[in-house]
Every structure is written in C-alpha cells, then in structure tokens.
C-alpha cells in the first residue's frame, strides 16, 4: 500500500477495490472508537499489510 493510499484509508468512499464501497475502514474505526479502541495500520508496499484493532478490557481488572 502505497503512502496516498494509507493516507486515504479511513476518508469515507475512498476504495483501491473497482466495486468497494469504501466504508469497510470507516465503520471499522468508528466501531472501535465507540469502544473506546484504537485501529493502527502498517504496510510496505507491494508485500504486506497490517491492521490492529486494540480494545480495553472490559471492566478494567488489571490496572
């Protein structure tokens, strides 16, 4: 993924795919947001990408 392109990922409507949608980032974000989570999101051009999606625990015991 080039660095236009991960740049892009998470604008609504923006999509490398001829028949995406562009909203699979988008609602992706938006759900772990809600969640109080975090998306992050690496990739090297033409060999791999990678996508985490952190979330707290739910009542927090460890802290």
Known sequence: M???TLASIDQPFFSTKED????GMV???KISADHKGTLQVES???AWTK???SLP???DTLH
Not at 20 to 23: A, R, V
């Open 2 to 4: 080039d660095q236009v």
């Open 20 to 23: 995406g949608t562009g909203l």
């Open 27 to 29: 609602i992706t974000k």
């Open 44 to 46: 090297q051009q033409s």
């Open 51 to 53: 996508v985490w999606i």
């Open 57 to 59: 625990l739910a009542n």
